[in-house]
């Protein structure tokens, strides 16, 4: 009820544990507070927030037009109602070096377990278009030690993306993840790769947890969870999975009322009220408010 029973410390901390088994962890992205407590109900590992899903929440493109009031607003929307670890989109970090401390101190007041700060250079884009640009070596580890140092938490997870892929290619993201860690990345997210053989790549040229991005529509195949692990990879995401399912089911609808006049041949595709209510746990409150009312006001005596 309310909000989670876990601490931030807590998740972190499983988190962390989670990665040392080396098990794989599964987080699909939630785009508001519903979305992610289905993610737990489902029996995933952990939730992603996404940059792009939260600019487009806004109406707005994934150009670097959030900011991080609006960023950590909905990132501890999300992450105050669920048991599970969240990971978090936080771009470039919001600004120079000093922003991105702020940035990760204002992360970890939220309640996230983590965050991933790319080497893009602002304005940043979607890392699956065309037309990145990637900042210098010392900018982007500039930005990863700063990150490092403002943690007041030693749980929080402080990742490394790097998009140099799609630009320089393979060996140049091998070596940009390799420093990435010597800065003191605790997990790299090679945004972007070919195939396969390119995780395994750079699972085999860092000794931390590395990230797969399963985006539809990008330019990564949709590898199956098994796949990836087979490959060594720690984490995977779904970041805009959900709200594209949701998206997609929202238009038809809205089709079939233009359509047919009314929503009754989309009634059995709804969730329905019971599953809503089961969800944001109605019986729960109603538990509690009985509880609390059950006290006499006529044997008050103050």
């Known amino acids: 009820m309310l909000h989670a029973k876990l601490t931030a410390s807590a998740k972190r901390q499983g988190l962390r544990a989670r990665l040392a088994s080396g098990e794989l962890v599964r987080m699909p992205g939630a785009f508001n507070p519903l979305s992610a407590k289905l993610i737990e109900d489902k029996g995933f590992e952990g939730v992603y927030i996404s940059g792009a899903v939260l600019s487009a929440d806004l109406g707005l493109p994934d150009i670097g037009l959030t900011t991080l009031t609006e960023v950590a607003g909905r990132g501890g929307q999300i992450a105050r109602v669920t048991e599970l670890p969240t990971l978090i989109d936080a771009d470039t970090g919001f600004g120079e070096p000093m922003n991105v401390a702020r940035t990760v101190q204002i992360l970890e007041d939220a309640g996230i377990s983590g965050m991933h700060l790319e080497d893009q250079v602002n304005p940043k884009r979607c890392g699956?278009?065309?037309?990145?640009?990637?900042?210098?070596?010392?900018?982007?580890?500039?930005?990863?030690?700063?990150?490092?140092?403002?943690?007041?938490?030693?749980?929080?997870?402080?990742?490394?993306?790097?998009?140099?892929?799609?630009?320089?290619?393979?060996?140049?993201?091998?070596?940009?993840?390799?420093?990435?860690?010597?800065?003191?990345?605790?997990?790299?997210?090679?945004?972007?790769?070919?195939?396969?053989?390119?995780?395994?790549?750079?699972?085999?040229?860092?000794?931390?947890?590395?990230?797969?991005?399963?985006?539809?529509?990008?330019?990564?195949?949709?590898?199956?969870?098994?796949?990836?692990?087979?490959?060594?990879?720690?984490?995977?995401?779904?970041?805009?999975?959900?709200l594209r399912l949701a998206m997609g089911a929202a238009e038809r609808g809205l089709d079939t009322i233009l359509a047919e006049g009314s929503l009754t041949s989309r009634v059995p595709e709804m969730q329905t009220r019971a599953r809503l209510y089961e969800l944001v746990d109605y019986a729960g409150y109603s538990e509690f408010d009985a509880g609390v009312y059950t006290f006499d006001l006529t044997n008050n005596r103050s």
Do not use: C, W
Not at 167 to 192: H, Q, S
Not at 209 to 228: C, R, V
């Open 128 to 242: 699956h278009l065309d037309g990145k640009a990637v900042v210098d070596e010392a900018t982007a580890l500039k930005r990863i030690r700063a990150a490092v140092e403002a943690r007041r938490d030693p749980d929080f997870l402080v990742m490394a993306r790097t998009d140099i892929r799609g630009i320089e290619g393979l060996e140049a993201a091998k070596d940009r993840a390799k420093k990435l860690v010597d800065a003191g990345a605790d997990a790299i997210f090679p945004e972007a790769m070919a195939d396969l053989a390119e995780f395994a790549a750079i699972r085999e040229a860092v000794d931390v947890p590395i990230l797969a991005n399963m985006t539809e529509f990008g330019k990564s195949d949709l590898y199956t969870t098994q796949q990836l692990a087979d490959v060594g990879v720690n984490i995977v995401i779904f970041p805009v999975s959900l």
